[in-house]
């Protein structure tokens, strides 16, 4: 069969590309359904976007390649969009919009376009083989078990990272940009909870607070201790650019002078212990954690000012070494990815053969939480779509 564009992966960038593409577009995707992260997304309303995104907050290696497909469209173009189609939302926090109702509503918008736009869509298809010749790219397809061959000018490659595995997540993508003599950075999970050895937190599981977690870059948001070690948006945020063997800086009370609170409260309840009296600045079950942790004992009225800076000083900088991340089978993202080097940034196509093009999460532009991945798959989606 014959169209203009293939587009594998019917993901954030796929969809959005598949819709916008023009011509004949045959989408494939190996999964039942279309967008199913899209689905799962944001507690299930989908943090579509964020109305702050710029290109700090992206990690890759070459910090300015999505300078040009992020400003050539915006979130508020995809607000103008989302709102065209009815879809209600709400901002919750730091720009993060997000649906009122569900996130199938994003879905249902997306592959709504593809169906107007007469988009051919290939479900449960998996890509037996890539090629490219004079006649431009033949892909076999196995589609329900039959197999088709599909024939197109233009491939463009949207099949997302590693994350998630149970959800269909394969490497895919970085296999065809090798094939096509692109570079791939190394990959890794990333917005990934962060392990502990057994135990060091149990105590204190379900507890979340307010820290600031900086590995490098400090993020002031929510920190929840788990079973298996620390989660939460400040450490998914800082899991983004920790490395194994490092430590995490949290800093229990960002804002705050534990010194002074506790030397004024040391001549007013001066009887109290040294655990207890934490209570004024933390939850109790985390001042036991830390008072046994630590070795604090005495009371309050026993602590000179230097025993009370270096008390401040620990929960205001506390250092801990996780001893790794929940890896890819809970990652929101893979961070690394197609080189950015081997891409046009102004079309995300490969630079060695343009009529192949790399989008969404599978290129080495990785977001913070926050809405700044889908972002990038919409914005990188147009950024293809324009130059089909
Ligand atoms: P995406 O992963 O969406 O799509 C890739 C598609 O390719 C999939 O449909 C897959 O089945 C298909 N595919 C893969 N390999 C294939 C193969 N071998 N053959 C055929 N098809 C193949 N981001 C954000 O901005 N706001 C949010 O609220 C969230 N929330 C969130 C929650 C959870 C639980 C996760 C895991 C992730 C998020 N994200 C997020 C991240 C966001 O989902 C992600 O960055 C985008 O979905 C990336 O879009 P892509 O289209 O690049 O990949």
Redesign the pocket.
């Known amino acids: 069969m014959d169209f203009d564009t293939i587009i594998?992966?019917?993901?954030?960038?796929?969809l959005m590309c598949a819709a916008h593409a023009g011509g004949r577009v045959l989408l494939?995707?190996?999964?039942k359904r279309?967008?199913?992260?899209?689905r799962?997304?944001?507690g299930g309303r989908?943090?579509?976007t964020n109305t702050d995104t710029g290109p700090a907050n992206f990690l890759s290696e070459n910090q300015h390649f999505c300078k040009s497909a992020l400003a050539r469209y915006t979130p508020w173009d995809f607000v103008s969009l989302v709102s065209e189609h009815g879809i209600a939302w709400h901002e919750k926090t730091l720009g993060q919009l997000f649906c009122d109702d569900s996130a199938k509503q994003i879905v249902a918008m997306l592959t709504g376009l593809c169906e107007a736009a007469g988009v051919r869509l290939a479900l449960e298809?998996?890509?037996e083989r890539v090629d490219h010749g004079p006649e431009g790219f033949t892909v076999a397809l196995t589609e329900r078990g039959r197999p088709l061959s599909a024939r197109a000018p233009n491939l463009v490659v949207?099949?997302?990272?590693k994350?998630?595995p149970k959800m269909?997540?394969?490497g895919?993508g970085y296999d065809i940009a090798r094939q096509f003599g692109l570079a791939v950075t190394d990959t890794r999970p990333g917005l990934v909870p962060l392990t502990f050895p057994e135990g060091r937190f149990a105590g204190l599981s379900g507890l979340s607070l307010p820290a600031r977690v900086t590995t490098g870059h400090a993020f002031d948001e929510a920190l929840l201790f788990t079973h298996r070690g620390l989660s939460g948006p400040s450490i998914l945020q800082a899991s983004s650019y920790w490395r194994e063997g490092e430590e995490i800086e949290v800093n229990l009370l960002p804002g705050a002078t534990p010194f002074d609170t506790l030397r004024a409260a040391r001549p007013k309840v001066g009887r109290r212990s040294l655990v207890r009296s934490l209570d004024m600045l933390l939850p109790a079950r985390l001042s036991d954690h830390l008072g046994e942790a630590w070795g604090l004992s005495g009371n309050l009225a026993d602590q000179s000012d230097r025993a009370l800076q270096a008390l401040s000083d620990r929960l205001t900088a506390w250092r801990l070494t996780p001893s790794g991340s929940e890896g890819y089978r809970t990652a929101?993202?893979t961070l690394g990815g197609v080189a950015t080097d081997g891409l046009d940034s102004k079309t995300m196509a490969a630079k060695s053969l343009p009529q192949l093009y790399f989008?969404?999460?599978?290129v080495d532009v990785t977001?913070w939480l926050g809405?700044?991945?889908?972002?990038w798959?919409w914005a990188s989606a147009m950024a293809a779509a324009g130059a089909l």
């Open positions: 594998l992966g019917a993901g954030a960038a796929g494939v995707d190996h999964a279309p967008g199913e992260k899209i799962i997304s944001g989908c943090n579509f298809t998996s890509v949207a099949t997302g990272g994350s998630i269909g997540a394969t895919l929101e993202v989008i969404g999460e599978c977001g809405g700044y991945n889908f972002q798959a």
